[in-house]
């Protein structure tokens, strides 16, 4: 069976956004990016909600050429790598992207189910819909030095206490990883 790792940068006081839906302050420094481009590298595919998918559809596959090496190298990762965009607005997808209309807990079942590698979630909507399912097998949180005061949360409200694990501590200059995983 695929894992599925959530993984999502987040603020001290737990939001993935400010107030205004901007994300400025996740900026990586050079390690942190690399670290991401190695790990996104190891995915077999990751899924995308629709904000998620819009906000990196419209910057990744687009990357100027005079941008660092590590950002090319990002987005040419981006646009490569299968991607299962989860969205009832939207009515296509491209750069190697699957849209997926219907019953998300369903299709992230049978997508987890259809091998052995890695799978990556991404955005705290669509995860907030596979946490209380149980879907969640790893979560990567790269928590930066900010408070926010609201925003976007990066867990649900739920029902039921979730047990996790402490597996991983990472120091970034501009974040700190703590990984989890399900208990």
């Known amino acids: 069976m695929r894992k599925l790792i959530y993984g999502i940068?987040?603020?001290?006081?737990?939001?993935?956004?400010?107030?205004?839906?901007?994300?400025d302050w996740t900026d990586p420094d050079d390690e942190l990016h690399q670290f991401h481009n190695d790990r996104y590298r190891e995915l077999e595919m990751s899924l995308?909600?629709?904000?998620?998918?819009?906000l990196m559809a419209d910057y990744w596959p687009h990357v100027a050429e005079d941008a660092p090496p590590i950002q090319r190298e990002f987005g040419e990762l981006w646009t490569n790598k299968p991607k299962v965009v989860f969205s009832r607005t939207l009515t296509e997808?491209?750069?190697?992207?699957?849209?997926?209309?219907?019953?998300?807990?369903?299709?992230?079942?049978?997508?987890?189910?259809?091998?052995?590698?890695?799978?990556?979630?991404?955005?705290?909507?669509?995860?907030?819909?596979?946490?209380?399912h149980g879907l969640i097998d790893e979560y990567q949180l790269f928590i930066s030095p900010v408070i926010l005061g609201g925003g976007t949360p990066v867990f649900p409200a739920v029902t039921d206490r979730i047990g996790l694990r402490l597996a991983e501590t990472r120091h970034f200059d501009t974040a700190v990883m703590l990984r989890y995983l399900a208990a």
């Open 48 to 54: 995308h909600g629709r904000r998620l998918y819009e």
């Open 93 to 132: 997808v491209h750069w190697n992207s699957t849209l997926v209309s219907e019953n998300a807990v369903e299709e992230v079942r049978r997508l987890k189910a259809g091998g052995d590698g890695v799978i990556e979630v991404g955005g705290a909507n669509l995860a907030a819909s596979l946490i209380p």
């Open 9 to 23: 940068g987040v603020s001290l006081d737990g939001y993935i956004n400010d107030r205004d839906g901007k994300i």
